[in-house]
């Protein structure tokens, strides 16, 4: 063996092609020692009848190649790589032995360290051990001392031999999901079997944490190793309930589907006979659509069927959300937000932390909407549809409009001609239209599906079609007339009729349709007023105050008035006293305006802001800084009635002190005077030395600090700040846009160490005195949430409040994580109130040992 000069290669060349072996070149420049040596592929004319290897071997390294040309060997020193098909094979020394097509990786030495292992990788993974050899032709391998990774874990063995299945036997190993050299945790096994793709599977195993065994073994074990969607058993949880009994929780089955489509279904059971379930499936389209799909059910069982106190409380959910990819249709689009429950589901069922649910356990109002629309290019014209839902689980009434149809056309300008030159003041005429048709339903939550709520569906059309223009006066004056004209159909009005026997008024309902023709006409005059303040401080250099006073006169007639014909006269009792009603007093729309308006309103807006001088590398500039970004009044008074002309006067504030502190005011004054049964009277609260009463304030501050993020999550980033391991999420080919969507999904699931720490403070306080002072009535509260990362390692969360009036705090909850590295621990605490109730989980972050933990909780229904 012998170091061959640069000479010697032609020679080296001739040689291997006269032993009838795939031909290989060497080609070296006159280089230093240290400079890379590649092998490369040469194009003979004489093609051997039979080669021992499919395809080419590329091999470099960094210090020198030596060649045995009596062996037929190859000898490669010092961050050696050779590559061949989908293999790649790097270490600090590597023989290739042409002649058995063998090859063999060492790593070396470095001052009693072993530094360059051989690390192997191909299309079923990577692998880093102490020795390797592989065979190229019948790609068989033995593997010593070795770190693979399958999927989410990581296999440690002694020994390691791989048959030409792709099949890999490893002897004295262990399976882990720790990244470390010397792992954390491990299930320590003789024998393993790796099916890359597909499983893994070992004999007898036991569960070693810090190298110390556990009582905690198996006789064989099972690792689901197959990559994207894969189907399987949903561990579930397990645990004592006072109330409840032991129970299991979201234990069920998850199927896999494919790229688009997936569904998981599990089930709660509970000793004493409650049980519950849940189905939930998202679904796909990349560039075209997503959603998810959620259905629940739960019955709670409480007490004993034979003593008092014994209860059965059935509560459903429906969830479904739909969002279309803007670029799948860019002129129709259709999105679903489904938010349907029974009114007791949240208060058994509720969380009361963030994520998918919201903390639904305070949420008392629940709202849907399917909706598509269509733009017609080229036209003017826009169409919607929609089916709403409103949900009040307090006042458990439900308010449903399906459908609900919008057909809408864009301001037009009839009269403008685009040959003119110039414009006319009719140039500026537009004319905008929308129709509108409906179908109401309102009813309590027991009585919707019945027949009776059925048949007093609402329902009708309408058509708004406003005319407006623009127009300045003297240059500073922005004078806006407009006329709005609305037309209502409905299909049924009604008639009212005096009952002498009974002494009551009866109402019957008369179907057929019938339009309603309503207009009003307005006029708005509005300008800007600048006033300016010049300062000579070194800052301050200028303070401008911003005024937009706003004058509307608008008139509507009296379709009170019989010639209309929208309203008639009933008697009301036997003494003959007659009271007015609007046949369309049902309708979907309301009934027509009785009375004659016309009204003259006043608004004036206020703002203020400074300029002021700031230095920087690049000379001075000028910042501006808002003082008040709006205070405003707003007050009208009615020309067409003969008492109680003025309206009540709006006073309203908003500003934001420091950057920080959000701070917004509103006050309601009543100009008039009431009486000793707090009833108003057309007298002036002038005469008492005040503008008005005060009959509503309210005043809300909030602000949200926070430090500077230390950096940006980002999956594809393998160094940086490791998020929280969620549920099992299917990999797809698309893996780094799945993280971030499930990311966005599941905020819940994440935490979220690049923010050191925040806090949000809310202050609300709400003051209303509708009649005599006797009536006040004031709600004050105090809310904060924050978090704050105590270490790299450990994050502590608060949520809670303190309501001034009851002098009780509200809803606390106090949660702390400890990154554990290849495990994390999370403590969960609601130390008082109505959810009172903790848990302590300490698990391993891989979805594929998720279900490896161990839990302590009670729940807030074992405190009750």
């Known amino acids: 063996m012998r170091r061959i000069p640069i000479k010697t290669y032609f020679i080296l060349v001739c040689l291997l092609i006269t032993a009838g072996t795939k031909t290989f070149a060497f080609a070296i420049d006159t280089v230093p020692k240290t400079a890379a040596v590649k092998a490369t592929d040469t194009v003979v004319k004489k093609v051997p009848t039979k080669a021992f290897l499919d395809d080419k071997v590329d091999y470099i390294a960094s210090d020198s190649i030596i060649t045995d040309l009596a062996n037929k060997k190859a000898y490669l020193y010092n961050h050696a790589v050779v590559t061949y098909q989908d293999m790649t094979l790097k270490a600090g020394y590597i023989m290739i032995d042409f002649k058995s097509s063998t090859v063999y990786a060492y790593g070396i030495d470095s001052a009693g360290k072993q530094v360059q292992r051989p690390d ?101 074990g099972f690792f689901p190793n197959k990559k994207g969607r894969r189907s399987g058993i949903l561990i579930p949880s397990y645990g004592e309930s006072t109330n409840w009994g032991f129970f299991l929780k979201n234990g069920g089955f998850y199927f896999g589907g494919n790229e688009f489509v997936d569904m998981a279904l599990t089930a709660d059971v509970y000793s004493n006979g409650s049980f519950g379930g849940a189905a939930r499936s998202s679904y796909k389209e990349r560039y075209k659509f997503d959603g998810s799909v959620g259905v629940n059910f739960s019955r709670f069982i409480n007490g004993d069927r034979e003593l008092p106190g014994y209860s059965r409380q059935n509560d459903f959910a429906v969830r479904w959300t739909h969002n279309q990819d803007p670029k799948a249709h860019p002129n129709s689009r259709f999105s679903a937000n489904v938010n ?18 919201g903390g639904s356990y305070l949420t008392n109002q629940l709202s849907s909407n399917i909706s598509y629309s269509k733009t017609f290019v080229g036209t003017p014209f826009y169409f919607s549809a929609n089916a709403r839902h409103s949900q009040s689980t307090i006042a458990r009434t439900v308010d449903i409009s399906l459908p609900e149809l919008n057909l809408s056309m864009n301001r037009v300008y009839p009269f403008k001609n685009q040959s003119r030159t110039t414009n006319t003041w009719y140039d500026k005429i537009g004319v905008s239209a929308t129709l509108n048709a409906r179908n109401d339903i309102h009813s309590y939550d027991s009585t919707l599906f019945t027949n009776r709520t059925l048949g007093q569906m609402k329902n009708g059309a309408q058509l708004v079609v406003p005319v407006s223009t623009t127009f300045n006066i003297f240059k500073f004056l922005t004078l806006t007339p407009s006329i709005n004209g609305t037309s209502d159909i409905y299909f049924q009005t009604i008639r009212q009729r005096y009952n002498a026997e009974r002494d009551t008024v009866l109402t019957d309902t008369v179907p057929g349709a019938s339009v309603v023709s309503t207009f009003s006409i307005s006029a708005a005059l509005t300008t800007r007023l600048y006033g300016d303040y010049y300062f000579k401080t070194k800052h301050l250099k200028q303070i401008r105050h911003v005024a937009t006073p706003t004058v509307t006169m608008s008139y509507r007639p009296d379709f009170g008035s019989p010639k209309f014909g929208y309203y008639k006269s009933v ?26 308006s016309g009204v003259v309103a006043f608004s004036l807006s206020n703002s203020l802001e400074a300029k002021r001088k700031m230095d920087s590398d690049s000379g001075a500039v000028y910042k501006k800084v808002s003082l008040i970004d709006n205070l405003g009044v707003a007050f009208s008074y009615n020309l067409a009635v003969k008492s109680f002309n003025w309206s009540t006067i709006n006073v309203t504030g908003r500003t934001k002190l420091f950057k920080k502190l959000d701070v917004n005011a509103n006050a309601i004054l009543n100009p008039y005077q009431t009486d000793s049964l707090g009833t108003a009277v057309d007298k002036f609260e002038w005469a008492n030395g005040r ?97 704050l990362s105590l270490t790299k390692k450990w994050k502590v969360s608060l949520s809670s409040g303190y309501d001034f009036i009851t002098r009780q705090p509200t809803l606390t909850s106090i949660n702390v994580y400890r990154d554990l590295h290849c495990w994390e621990m999370r403590f969960n605490w609601v130390p008082f109130g109505f959810r009172q109730s903790f848990s302590v989980d300490i698990s391993v972050k891989a979805s594929v040992l998720k279900d490896l933990k161990l839990s302590r909780r009670k729940d807030w229904q074992d405190f009750q």
Request: charged letters at 15%.
């Open 120 to 220: 192997f990788q191909n299309k079923d993974g990577k692998y880093v051990a102490g020795s390797i050899a592989y065979n190229f032709e019948t790609k068989k391998g033995k593997i010593k001392d070795v770190i693979t990774q399958q999927d989410e874990g990581y296999i440690h063995g002694r020994d390691i031999k791989k048959d030409t299945g792709n099949v890999y036997y490893v002897a004295h190993g262990y399976y882990t999901t720790c990244d470390l050299e010397h792992p954390h945790y491990y299930i320590r096994a003789n024998k393993i079997k790796v099916i890359p793709n597909d499983k893994i599977v070992t004999g007898p195993a036991m569960l070693y944490i810090a190298d110390i065994p556990t009582p905690l073994a198996v006789p064989f």
């Open 340 to 357: 349907v429950a029974s009114s007791t589901y949240n208060k058994y069922n509720g969380s009361i932390a963030g994520g998918t649910a």
């Open 571 to 596: 008697q009301t009792d036997s003494a003959g006293h007659q009271t007015q009603y609007s046949i369309y007093r049902d309708g979907i729309y309301g009934p027509p305006g009785s009375g004659k």
């Open 691 to 787: 503008i008005g009463r005060l009959v509503g304030a309210s005043l809300s501050l909030g602000t949200s600090l926070k430090s500077k993020a230390a950096t940006t999550l980002n999956p594809t980033n393998p160094n940086g700040p490791k998020p929280l391991t969620p549920a099992p999420m299917p990999a797809t080919n698309n893996a780094v846009q799945d993280q971030l969507d499930y990311i966005n999904s599941h905020p819940e699931a994440y935490v979220d160490f690049n923010v050191p720490w925040n806090l949000s403070v809310y202050y609300n306080i709400v003051y209303s005195m509708p009649g005599l002072p006797s009536t006040a009535k004031t709600t004050q509260s105090l809310t904060f949430n924050g978090d």
